[in-house]
């Protein structure tokens, strides 16, 4: 069956540094990716989305590679900042199907 | 960009009655519209696709008698839970793509707070 991990339940990191997430696949072949950023009790908010065909995506501090040959996406976030502190969510979609595929997240928090 | 919203924002109730959640797309029409339900530290996980004018298709697992959804028009779709159990206490959020078959352009709502006592 489809599955979608993202490397850790949780990452603490100091701010300044780079904070860098972790999402792979197994038995799907995704048409493109997607970044959520989701806070305490509300929606995920879309960040950003890389194609199958793309290698790589910048918006601002952030930055997607997606490899389809290793099943895996690298977020990360330059420069972090307390204000990033967050729930991150990778999400698989494919270009015939309407539903999109969550990860469980990864909880990121930015210590100052 | 694009605005859904959700209302109410939370509820509480007993268990055994009936709950509606209203997803709407403010500055949008949506012939389609997703329900989520996330548990605590958990993913989202995908219950229906809501279509207006026709039945909603559900996953695998959702019980279609106990999610009765509702798209009566291009802007609003409903989710009742019906008979609630305080397992069916989570956080359900839709989603609508702005741009019809633009599945990769999804626009989430704020949620809404089920705790069933």
């Known amino acids: 069956s489809q599955k979608i991990e993202q490397n850790s339940e949780a990452l603490n990191i100091q701010e300044g540094k780079t904070a860098t997430l972790t999402c792979n696949y197994t038995?799907?072949?995704?048409?493109?990716l997607q970044w959520y950023r989701q806070d305490p009790g509300r929606g995920p908010v879309f960040l950003l989305l890389?194609?199958?065909?793309?290698k790589e995506k910048r918006k601002e501090r952030l930055k997607v590679t997606f490899d389809t040959t290793l099943k895996q996406s690298l977020f990360h976030i330059t420069a972090s900042q307390p204000a990033d502190s967050a729930t991150y969510l990778c999400?698989?979609?494919?270009?015939?199907?309407?539903?999109?595929?969550f990860g469980s997240g990864t909880r990121l928090s930015i210590r100052p | 960009g694009a605005v859904v919203s959700q209302h109410p924002s939370w509820v509480i109730c007993k268990s055994g009655t009936s709950v509606k959640i209203e997803c709407r797309s403010l500055?949008?029409?949506?012939?389609?519209m997703f329900w989520y339900r996330q548990f605590p530290k958990q993913s989202l996980m995908l219950m229906a696709t809501?279509?207006?004018?026709?039945?909603?298709?559900?996953e695998q697992g959702v019980e279609k008698d106990k999610f009765l959804i509702n798209h009566a028009s291009l802007t609003l779709s409903t989710l009742t839970v019906t008979s609630a159990h305080p397992e069916d206490s989570s956080f359900y959020i839709c989603?609508?793509?702005?741009?019809?078959?633009?599945?990769?352009?999804?626009?989430f709502g704020p949620g809404t707070r089920l705790t069933v006592l």
């Open positions: 038995n799907y072949s995704p048409a493109y």
């Open positions: 809501s279509n207006e004018g026709s039945k909603a298709t559900y």
């Open positions: 890389i194609r199958e065909n793309e």
């Open positions: 500055d949008f029409q949506a012939t389609t």
């Open positions: 999400a698989l979609g494919s270009s015939s199907a309407s539903k999109i595929i």
């Open positions: 989603s609508a793509p702005k741009t019809s078959g633009r599945w990769n352009e999804q626009f």
